[in-house]
């Protein structure tokens, strides 16, 4: 229980001013990129017409999300945001899953990460949108259907970002919270391993999917 709420941080003085930055999530993203770089590296290594399963597994992910983008934003912009959205899932997926491990934490429950990748994704949908539209037609859409509703459009767009980032901030960090109140509960018996693995595995997919598929909708919607 004493876990709650504690974040070990590093602080750097840079020109008078303290920078304080979350070291356990800075280690278990880099973590994480290892393990991306890693995966990437296993399922390219050595292959053949007939795939290992590392291989194979690759290749579902590439054919599974390329299908999606190409749906979601045709084939003019498949080979553009393919690579983006397929790392950002295997990515996020990762994330999820290595709390499963003893003495590891997700980075995602760490608000500026999932806050990070949803103004990632505000940025390059609405960059994309000026470039397919054209700055002035973009600006005019945020006046319609009448030019007084603008101010409301601005929020709504504002709203994604937050609401995106929130969604997976608050269900990782959720499923930690209960895990350790119904650890200290119990004393860690059966019920804390079935909880790792419904939060971690399966909780952990499901947002991974629902954000990586929020970010490609998003893109998906600017460019209409």
Not at 129 to 139: E, N, R, S
Not at 171 to 181: D, E, L, P, R, T
Request: charged share 10%; net charge neutral.
């Amino acid at each position: 229980m004493e876990s709650i709420g504690k974040v070990s941080h590093w602080v750097f003085n840079i020109g008078g001013t303290s920078l304080v930055v979350n070291s356990t999530t800075i280690i278990m993203t880099w973590v994480v990129i290892g393990l991306v770089l890693a995966f990437a590296w296993v399922a390219t290594r050595g292959r053949g017409l007939i795939p290992g399963p590392w291989q194979q597994i690759a290749e579902l992910l590439v054919q599974w999300f390329r299908e999606l983008v190409r749906d979601a934003l045709g084939e003019a912009y498949e080979e553009r945001y393919f690579p983006l959205i397929c790392a950002l899932f295997i990515f996020l997926l990762l994330c999820n899953w290595v709390g499963v491990f003893p003495g590891m934490e997700e980075p995602t429950k760490d608000i500026n990460t999932t806050l990070g990748l949803g103004v990632m994704g505000f940025f390059i949908a609405h960059g994309t949108a000026i470039k397919v539209k054209g700055l002035k037609k973009y600006l005019k859409e945020y006046f319609e259907p009448m030019f007084f509703l603008m101010p409301l459009n601005v929020v709504g767009e504002i709203a994604k970002v937050i609401s995106i980032s929130f969604r997976l901030f608050g269900n990782i960090m959720g499923g930690s919270i209960i895990i350790i109140v119904v650890t200290h509960l119990v004393y860690g018996l059966l019920l804390p391993p079935f909880l790792y693995g419904f939060f971690g595995l399966f909780v952990g997919t499901v947002q991974a999917f629902v954000f990586t598929m929020l970010t490609l909708v998003y893109i998906s919607v600017q460019i209409r």
